[in-house]
């Protein structure tokens, strides 16, 4: 294997790690819930989510899941601090 790519696949090892490098602005996922599929998205600066209960609230479980799932890799504005995502 070339030296070179050697070098390329290590920095990625670090930079997989390192997950403060990373910020979405935006994204879209297919989220399997318990009773449908659902298209969850951060977009804009905001949560959307095809399942009903956001329509309501502006918050499901699949946006909380995400936010838990993305950490700290999510803009300050994307968190929903008033919903607690501990387990």
């Not at 030296?3 to 935006?26: C, D, M, P, V, W």
């Not at 659902?38 to 946006?63: A, L, M, N, Q, R």
Request: glycine content about 4%; overall charge neutral; hydrophobic content about 30%.
């Amino acid at each position: 294997m070339q030296s070179s790519l050697i070098g390329k696949i290590e920095k990625a090892n670090r930079y997989a790690q390192e997950t403060e490098r990373i910020t979405f602005t935006e994204f879209s996922v297919n989220f399997r819930g318990e009773h449908d599929n659902y298209t969850t998205e951060y977009k804009d600066g905001k949560w959307y989510c095809s399942c009903h209960f956001f329509s309501s609230w502006k918050v499901c479980s699949h946006t909380l899941a995400m936010e838990k799932i993305l950490g700290n890799m999510l803009p300050k504005e994307a968190l929903t601090t008033q919903y607690s995502t501990s387990p």
